[in-house]
Nanobody, 116 residues
Framework: QVQFVESGGGLVQPGGSLKLSCAAS????????MNWYRQTPGKQREFVAI???????NVADFVNGRFTITRDNAKNTAFLQMNSLKPEETAVYYC??????????WGQGTQVTVSS
């Protein structure tokens, strides 16, 4: 059974940092591409960051060097370190994975609120 446990969200002041985690089970994690997306009410879900099985990473243009995606294949966990957060980045953040064979899975999301 495929399962994701996301954690690390919460309330942070503008300019603050959070580190999100996505612990996966039931998938061949080291062979899967891991992504982070986010969604605010009334808007489409948008791409944030990607980590490939080969170790390549990329982030959305709006990140501007503030976010870092990493993964620990031994622990089947992906991370998103977010620094210098802005109020407009308040959203539900989701982990997503694409595995060999085309299977795609989503986590349940974790709320990030950036507010003073």
């Amino acid at each position: 059974q495929v399962q994701f446990v996301e954690s690390g969200g919460g309330l942070v002041q503008p300019g603050g940092s959070l580190k999100l985690s996505c612990a996966a089970s039931g998938i061949p994690f080291r062979l899967c591409t891991m992504n982070w997306y986010r969604q605010t009410p009334g808007k489409q879900r948008e791409f944030v960051a990607i980590s490939t099985p080969g170790g390549n990473t990329n982030v959305a243009d709006f990140v501007n060097g503030r976010f870092t995606i990493t993964r620990d294949n031994a622990k089947n966990t992906a991370f998103l370190q977010m620094n210098s957060l802005k109020p407009e980045e308040t959203a539900v953040y989701y982990c997503n994975t694409k595995c060999p064979g085309g299977a795609t899975y989503w986590g349940q999301g974790t709320q990030v609120t950036v507010s003073s």
